[in-house]
Nanobody, 125 residues
């Protein structure tokens, strides 16, 4: 089984940084697609970054150059480092996992069956 739990986040000033972490039970980070999504108030959940099937990395254009997704296989944990934060990065960030998603739908939250509880990130201007 795969479950996801995301932690981290909080209140950060614009230009600052933070790191979110997500642990997946079952030690399947290396095989599953692990992704980060975010949802701002009144908006749809949007893709941020992913390790697709554990070996390819993808980023949304909105965070490219400012975000780094990484992992610690020994701890079965995936991280999202966000730098140069902007007020528009304010959202609830979710970790997600899927063992079956295909590349063409990787950015669609509907394709993920396992979700962390979400962590609030607030960027003040």
């Amino acid at each position: 089984d795969v479950s996801a739990a995301g932690v981290g986040g909080g209140l950060v000033q614009a230009g600052g940084s933070l790191r979110l972490s997500c642990s997946a039970s079952g030690g399947t980070v290396s095989r599953n697609t692990m992704a980060w999504f975010r949802q701002a108030p009144g908006k749809e959940r949007e893709f941020v970054a992913a390790f697709w099937r554990g070996n390819r990395i993808y980023y949304a254009d909105s965070v490219k150059g400012r975000a780094t997704i990484s992992r610690d296989l020994a701890k079965s944990t995936v991280f999202l480092q966000m730098n140069s934060l902007k007020p528009e990065d304010t959202a609830v960030y979710y970790c997600a996992a899927s063992s079956t998603i295909i590349m063409s739908t990787m950015t669609d939250p509907a394709g993920y069956g396992y979700w962390g509880q979400g962590t609030q990130v607030t960027v003040s201007s």
